[in-house]
């Protein structure tokens, strides 16, 4: 039946993601049997593989959350998100597992039953058997379900789902302290981080600006480029292949006449609908999104409705508003005080389970007149109801306002408090009991209809046929040459990712993706793709494979580095020919032409130069010289510098607790780091075949 869902948020370190992950529910199934054809794998990590019919079962869960989170219908850039969650769930969990199996981490029987029944149990016992009432855990309840298992076999398939998560929450408990017990930091770490936060440094300089020396007046290398390198190789590592690909799009939006053919339509709708008998039938018919005409709360609609029908008389049709190409119109049917939310307590009837609707309806009746007789209610949502969730909560529901169930609202709001009613509903037959309604506002019963504006058959026909008179005077080597000819701008995606969704902020087909990682360097796609509001014609540049890249597949990116490197070999020339027999930074200043500039109150820990930018070899210098001696040449991020310290400002000197303080406070900030420098770790060494490209 499943009401209530407890959706985690964003996690921040990898453990809690991977506890997450093993939590989120039905598990994906690790260790597909050897004999499973690999055609249907998904991903494998270390010989454990995952076949796609259970990857795919986790995305849609969570497709489904992102919509009743979020709302909207489902779209490629969500079911892209919920791709990458699911695998970042799967990725974690496995290669966790796998470290937790090696070093021998185990949960014993007698540790398993004190975190079901012990003094301090397992949070998932207390989020499950905790008593509304009384914020306790209710061992009356935990044991009813125990004993419960042993006739029912979804109680049993429950409850042994239960004891696997709480094992292996157990089991990242202790893989997560094994971590943060291995970081320490030492007493000179401590005082060092505390200087370079509160140590202030005055000092002066002079720059020699890149920007002094035009790019004409450098010629770069084979050497240039080879030195760069292989200084910084370790920044040209890929942990995924990708491909750099370049673009032209032919622009398909709705035009200005498509817009005055929707300001029509949604003007001749609002006549209609003033007109209608029968509301309900003409949203069905005529609205896009169909939403169902009931009464609505405020924040429960767009801005522009939410500011006028809460005070319009019924019978009034507001509108046409447009929000994101979008026109609203709504009838205001009527306008009344409701309670803004409502304390409930939910049984649920399974039909299937009682034999028939009609026995599950006098099952509904019998216990309803139990509660009348002064029966308790949450000791009868733990016997009778059929929905885990309320079961193990004693029927207690969370808060709810209007909409949230949306069956439910007629007796939640509309009723009064002490109410118990029957509702069947597609989901079984519940026994309601409105145990608080909590506040009132005003709120409308709507019958709302919306128009997107699209671009019609000859705005796309149009944008189509720019697109195909490029694409089909492309031969593969003239892509250039061709957009030039039709005045096209070519459009760059560097290093685009196997499960990328967008150019930047422009959505693309997954098609193109899919073509572009089985296509050859220099390949023109093998269509014209696109999008609800583009044409695309692409062509793969470069290929990037997962490791270190060749130097001359990123020469033209760091191109402009290189020759900032080489300017900075002439700067340095002429910087260290004025320092030549200067005593102070003002000579140096002077036999360049320039003012030496003063700096004050910089940290270490923040090493920006004011009206500069963060200039790390610079300030870092400045912190290893004495007062009053001009430094040697030195190159930074906008030129070349000199500097010379005017004085040092030390902070109070740590000692006793507070430089233990500042120990601890380090050791956890390492311990958060720790975790996902170890995921990295364990990944960069796994053996990983990532599939998703072939099914998404």
């Given at each position: ?280 039938s003409f949203v069905n018919i005529n609205s896009e999104n169909k939403y169902p005409v009931r009464y609505y709360g405020k924040n429960q609609l767009s ?394």
């Amino acid at each position: 039946m499943g009401y209530l869902r407890n959706h985690a948020g964003l996690v921040v370190t990898v453990i809690a993601l991977a506890i997450v992950a093993f939590l989120l529910g039905d598990m994906i199934n690790m260790g597909t049997p050897f004999w499973r054809s690999s055609q249907n794998e998904v991903a494998n990590v270390n010989g454990e593989g995952i076949d796609y019919q259970e990857f795919n079962g986790q995305v849609e869960q969570t497709v489904n959350m992102y919509q009743q989170q979020m709302g909207g219908a489902n779209n490629p850039q969500m079911q892209g998100y919920a791709v990458q969650q699911v695998w970042n769930q799967y990725l974690t969990q496995q290669l966790i597992s796998q470290e937790i199996e090696k070093i021998g981490i185990e949960v014993g029987k007698d540790e398993l039953n004190s975190l079901v029944s012990g003094k301090n149990p397992s949070a998932l016992i207390a989020q499950y058997f905790t008593n509304p009432q009384t914020g306790q855990i209710d061992n009356n309840a935990l044991n009813a379900f125990i004993q419960q298992t042993k006739q029912d076999p979804n109680a049993r398939t429950q409850w042994e789902g239960l004891l696997k998560n709480i094992k292996t929450d157990r089991l990242f408990q202790k893989y997560s302290t094994l971590v943060n017990n291995s970081v320490y930091t030492t007493a000179l770490e401590a005082e060092y981080d505390y200087n370079s936060r509160n140590k202030l440094a005055n000092f002066k300089y002079v720059m020699l600006d890149y920007a002094s020396v035009t790019d004409a007046q450098v010629k770069l290398t084979d050497a240039d480029y080879k030195e760069y390198y292989d200084k910084n190789k370790n920044a040209f590592k890929n942990n995924e292949e990708t491909r750099s690909i370049d673009y032209v799009i032919f622009d398909a939006r709705p035009n200005n006449a498509d817009t005055a053919l929707a300001t029509a339509e949604i003007q001749k709708l609002k006549n209609e609908l003033a007109a209608s008998t029968n509301d309900s039938s003409f949203v069905n018919i005529n609205s896009e999104n169909k939403y169902p005409v009931r009464y609505y709360g405020k924040n429960q609609l767009s801005a522009a409705l939410d500011s006028v029908v809460f005070n319009a008389a019924p019978g009034t049709v507001v509108g046409p508003f447009l929000t994101q190409n979008v026109y609203e119109i709504a009838k205001v049917i009527s306008v009344k005080n409701s309670p803004d939310s409502v304390n409930a307590s939910l049984i649920v009837i399974d039909p299937a389970a009682e034999g028939g609707l009609d026995k599950a309806k006098a099952k509904a009746d019998s216990i309803k007149n139990l509660v009348l007789a002064g029966g308790n209610f949450s000791t009868l949502a733990v016997e009778f109801s059929a929905d885990p969730q309320t079961k193990n909560n004693g029927g207690e529901l969370p808060t709810l306002t209007r909409g949230a169930i949306p069956e439910l609202d007629e007796v939640l709001f509309d009723g009064v408090t002490g109410d118990v009613k029957v509702v069947p509903t597609n989901n079984g037959v519940h026994i309601v009991k409105v145990n608080k309604q909590i506040g009132s506002s005003k709120i409308a019963k709507l019958a709302i209809v919306d128009k997107s504006i699209v671009a019609g058959k000859e705005t796309t026909d149009f944008a189509y046929s720019k697109a195909n008179t490029f694409f089909s005077g492309l031969t593969g080597k003239n892509f250039e040459e061709q957009a030039k000819k039709q005045n096209l701008t070519i459009m760059k995606n560097d290093r685009t990712a196997a499960m990328d969704n967008t150019f930047g902020a422009i959505e693309v087909p997954r098609d193109l993706i899919r073509w572009a990682f089985e296509a050859k360097q220099g390949d023109v796609g093998e269509k014209i793709f696109d999008t609800q509001d583009n044409f695309i014609v692409a062509r793969v540049t470069n290929i990037q494979p997962k490791g270190h890249q060749p130097l001359e597949s990123v020469k033209s990116v760091i191109e402009p580095v290189v020759r900032n490197m080489v300017k900075a070999r002439m700067l340095k020339e002429k910087m260290n020919n004025a320092l030549n027999g200067a005593s102070s930074i003002d000579q140096v200043a002077q036999k360049l032409g320039k003012n030496a500039q003063s700096v004050e109150n910089v940290v270490l820990a923040n090493p920006v130069i004011p009206g500069i930018a963060i200039e790390n070899a610079v300030v870092g210098t400045v912190f290893g010289l004495q007062p009053n001696k001009p430094s040697k040449a030195i190159e930074g991020s906008q030129g070349v510098y000199a500097v010379q310290v005017v004085g040092f400002v030390n902070p109070k000197a740590l000692a006793g607790e507070e430089l233990a303080a500042q120990q601890r406070q380090i050791t956890q900030q390492k311990a958060q780091r720790s975790q996902n420098v170890i995921f990295q770790a364990l990944q960069d060494n796994a053996k990983i075949v990532d599939n998703r490209i072939k099914f998404y």
